[in-house]
């Protein structure tokens, strides 16, 4: 089970990555580790840099009740704002030009689409 998260995770990131180029965000990063935690995705677009977390699910048909923003915890985005403070004072960024923001994704498999909703500013 573990390994079929993995590669829906994996999955629901390379589509986040696309979505996010299209809108016209330039990829800096993705799987970054700081410490022991690790952000998804950075990207930049008007001077602003955006931590994203990738949260995916994947559903045999439209009739599922879980949402991937649902799976995004108080504890998760603790650690993921600790993320980017180390983030930000190794390389000696300013905060006031940083986000966080979630992109989650609901694949469905018969009709064989992905729903993306971008969340900014989550914190």
């Known amino acids: 089970m573990e390994q079929n998260n993995i590669k829906i995770g994996n999955i629901g990131e390379k589509i986040a990555c696309l979505f996010l180029i299209k809108n016209g965000y330039k990829i800096i990063s993705k799987n970054t580790r700081i410490s022991h935690k690790e952000i998804d995705i950075i ?41 980017i403070y180390e983030y930000c004072l190794i390389l000696a960024k300013n905060e006031e030009n940083v986000h966080l923001d979630l992109i989650a994704i609901n694949i469905i498999k018969t009709k064989k689409i992905a729903n993306i909703k971008h969340f900014l500013d989550i914190t």
């Open 43 to 83: 990207v930049e677009k008007n001077n602003q840099l955006r931590f994203i977390e990738v949260k995916t699910t994947y559903s045999k048909n439209n009739r599922s009740t879980n949402k991937p923003e649902d799976y995004l915890s108080f504890k998760k985005i603790k650690l993921l704002k600790a993320a």
